[in-house]
């Protein structure tokens, strides 16, 4: 019989790995401790690298609910207010939606794009040629 939190624990995140949930969960609990300890401007660097950690992982995870997470955190702790966030979105929304697509295309189709540019590379010996079809 499954509990409620053992549905939470394998639901968490989706398919990602556990390391990278525990990860992820570390974070969250990290930030709160780290802001009364180093400050603001430091937790605030903080979650920028959490953040880019988040998408350099696109390819093994899916990254908008951890770094969606980690900016809701951001709000909670009083780093900002939600009317800051909206009018940053709103001024970066051409960029985020760049950024949602292209990260959601390669993870959905990684398969297609490691079939694809394996092949390119393997039939073409002209290292010209690569460079240029790239």
């Known amino acids: ?17 556990d390391w990278y949930k525990q990860t992820i969960v570390g974070f969250l609990l990290l ?25 350099a992982m696109a390819l093994k995870c899916y990254p908008l609910q951890p770094g969606g997470l980690l900016a809701i955190e951001g ?9 800051t966030v909206y009018h940053e979105v709103v001024a970066a929304f051409p960029v985020i ?23 390119v590379l393997l039939s073409i010996r002209s290292k010209t040629l690569i460079s240029f079809l790239f």
Do not use: C, R
Not at 1 to 17: D, E, I, K, R, Y
Not at 31 to 55: D, K, M, Q, R
Not at 101 to 107: H, P, Q, S
């Open 97 to 119: 939606l760049l950024l949602v697509f292209m990260v959601a295309g390669i993870y959905f189709m990684k398969e297609l794009l490691l079939f694809t540019f394996t092949k």
């Open 31 to 55: 930030n709160p401790i780290l802001l009364y300890v180093a400050g603001p401007y430091i937790t605030g660097w903080v979650l920028v690298l959490e953040f880019i950690f988040t998408l």
């Open 75 to 83: 709000v909670v702790m009083g780093m900002t207010s939600p009317d």
């Open 1 to 17: 019989m499954q509990t409620t939190m053992n549905a939470f624990t394998q639901n968490f995140l989706g398919h990602a790995p």
